[in-house]
DNA sequence: GATGAATGAGTGTTCATTCAT
DNA sequence: TATGAATGAACACTCATTCAT
């Protein structure tokens, strides 16, 4: 069965985030979900396998979408360091813009379990390649070191970004995120010591 | 009700982190916890409130045992390069010798509701002002610049360990984790920048 | 609505059978007995009430041939002991002919609900007369007695034979049916008891 | 998990002979047994491990007694004759005696699927037993012929007793069953034919 | 007639929690 | 304190049936 596509599966993975973002994915009963969505319950089962397929489905969708935006962006002809803040500066931009999206993202998708977890990752390896390509890119024109760990920076990098946007989600989005890229992105480049 | 100890207390929390890690949280029922332990399930009530207290519980005093020790550690005479690096070989340290209990921290406790959430925050806090006291220290002895916003260093150095971690026990504990310390601390520290 | 037919009724009759004997009749979706058939899932709705209509028409069809059949046989010029050879070898050479058919029959039919049942021994009710149309020429030219009890008798020899039958599809077929024709006509004609 | 037994087994399983023959087995919703029997719905699970378990224990229980009491009552001293006929009568007085049970028997536990058949059978098998060792004894002291084909009888006799109860239950019980043992066991030792 | 996407009623089962002993 | 049998609320999912095309 291929996933099927077509109105009715983006009118239930707009409803699934709304609805989520709000109760939690656990109290989140698949029939509320049909109902904001304007369709019966036994639709979302010929879109979806079941209730967590919807929510790594829209994770799948939404973060796929925003990958396939950035790899785009990402293929001007810009410095590494505008590269990358580029990258973190789409990454706030993309969830700021979409708080729900953000509360799903940053809270309810972690509720899955391991076995979902490859599903997911296999989404973020898209989004961890694009680090990867900067971090490469960089070692290769010399703007980063050639003795750089490349998997350890690209976790560093993607912590730290995650971290930031999720005490944003938890401090209930009472400041702004998308100021935050530059500085991020400066003390992730030169990191925290004084440089004199 | 205050919280009782006791020996079933520990005994309670112990058989958690292995059922849960194993189980996951929500295939860990109580009653299997309660067999691990050798209790009667009615016996775990008269320790915790409920299942997720059981969850909480136990991040808090473990991580609190370990934000304890840490404290202690710091206040020796180090410089602050020396402090940072102790604090994150401590962590490193502390879940490679548990690996249910790496389970539990990095994936399982995130299942919990938003609600919980501040739990763990609360315990948490405890070891961001571990990481707050040495930047503060630092700021102040001209290691760190003046102009340094601590908050935002402290998502990047917290994000950034716990994502070295989530990875380890993602990849299975396949490698070593503590030998990530040093090279983790440095790329804090000076970035990922060449210092030409 | 009278009962329609035409090409599509009898592949789907066939297509059911087919199914219900492979997978049992609460496992036999509709939609997988059309996809059988080749026709949509809609179309069943044209030739059949419902899907328990399936089911008993399914048997009128098959049985009712059948009975027809017997009938037709039985008008020739036999004596009694040869008519109910005849009948009860051709029941057991249909079923074994259509070891699908089989399985229906015996088992799955009998999964319908008490009211499905009328439909059930109205069929029934035409095999039971050619037993009765048997035993009263039978008591009739002195070949049984006056005193028998035809009622009981017609129980008796259908009784006998179905579970001859039934017991033959639960062993799953291992041996030949119809050479049973003859010793089990003779059992009922003259009972168990030693004749001496 | 052994299966528990006590008081409340019981009360389910009565309940549930009572719910079943009167709604059918598929409208007989566990709440609605569970409330019969006075427990509550997870009750039944602590006994049972479904509902199809219950279907079968039930059989079980009450045919299993049955097999039990007529074992015991074969061993008297009694011709081959009067064993047979107190085989049929005790099989006749049991149903006769719990209508529901009747229903039950006869009607709706052939509805259950054809892996419980094996279930069903073991129990049979205990009852196809008791007509064995009469037949067998029969053959032995001369009673039957040498030449009988045991199990083809066996099955005669059990057809025949099994379609005179479940038309009686198709009937709804509207004559006496038990006054049938007599003419019944003549039929099926002396056969039809008239006996010159 | 034929289709098949959409419907939504219906229920078995789990398991955290309680409480009489 | 400790027990564990009993509770009952809660819900994902199936699939027979409909109807606009």
Redesign the interface.
Known sequence: MGKKRGQKFDLIINAAVKVIAQN?Y?HSQVSKIAKEAGVADGTIYLYFKNKEDILISLFEEKMGLFVEKSKEQLTKDLTIEEKLLLLIEMHLRQLEADHNLAIVTQ?EI?????QL?SRI?KVLKGYLGLIDTI?LE?MDN????KS??HR??R??????????VT?WV?KEHRYELVP?AK??CN????????NN
């Open positions: 939690g656990h809270l972690r509720q899955s379990n391991i977890r990752n971090l960089g010399g703007f980063f070191p750089l760990d350890l920076a976790q560093v990098i993607f912590g730290a970004i995650d971290e930031v005490n938890m935050l500085p991020l003390m992730l480049l030169t990191g925290l010591k004084s």
